[in-house]
């Protein structure tokens, strides 16, 4: 069975750190393109940042460039999200996804939610100001 599980999330201060990991088993394990997507408080859900499997290219959407940074380790078949300089707009839960597809890095095709097969759980990240 095909899972991905998603872990890390809590509350932090304005400029605080936290790490979010996504461990994916059964057919998620080969997925070739990993994300992170969140949803703010009455907000819809959105793209945040990509990485492939195979090449270790990574996107990220401009407002977490040079804070966020993903990354993943093909051993233990995890994605990892470093958030640094959290601000309270970062405040959402956040989702890891995965398809099987080398989807085209633009984000309005990483934005298409329909282009993935699996999905977690999500996490609850907290910002205070």
């Known amino acids: 069975q095909a899972q991905l599980v998603e872990s890390g999330g809590g509350l932090v201060q304005a400029g605080g750190s936290l790490r979010l990991s996504c461990a994916a088993s059964?057919?998620?394990?080969?997925?070739?393109?990993m994300v992170w997507f969140r949803q703010g408080p009455g907000k819809e859900r959105e793209f945040v940042t990509a990485?492939?499997?195979?090449?270790?290219?990574?996107y990220y959407i401009d407002a977490v460039k040079g804070r966020f940074t993903i990354s993943r380790d093909n051993a233990k078949n995890t994605v990892y999200l470093q958030m640094n300089s959290l601000k309270p707009e970062d405040t959402a839960v956040y989702y890891c996804?995965?398809?099987?597809?080398?989807?085209?890095?633009?984000?309005?095709?990483?934005?298409?939610?329909?282009?993935?097969?699996?999905w977690g759980q999500g996490t609850q990240v907290t910002v205070s100001s």
């Open positions: 990485i492939r499997r195979s090449s270790g290219a990574t």
């Open positions: 996804a995965a398809a099987r597809s080398a989807i085209w890095f633009s984000k309005t095709s990483l934005s298409r939610e329909r282009e993935y097969d699996y």
């Open positions: 059964g057919r998620a394990v080969s997925s070739e393109t």
